[in-house]
């Protein structure tokens, strides 16, 4: 019994292989999109007070206060 539905199973992947791949490419842009954005903040901060050390910008915005 198993082996039937497996036969059909694979045979319907098969006939619709390019369905199955685009659904495949939508999950991993997916995927991929997600990942840049929960990385995105923490390099943007660390870049940011990078950049601001380096041109030492704290002293100048804390003598104007």
């Known amino acids: 019994m198993k082996s039937m539905m497996r036969k059909t199973t694979l045979r319907e992947i098969w006939q619709s292989l390019g369905r ?19 990385i995105t903040r923490p390099v943007m901060v660390e870049s940011a007070n990078a950049y601001l050390g380096e041109k030492q910008l704290y002293e100048s915005l804390k003598s104007v206060d």
């Open 20 to 38: 199955y791949l685009a659904i495949f490419a939508i999950v991993a842009m997916g995927v991929g999109f997600f990942a840049g954005l929960r």
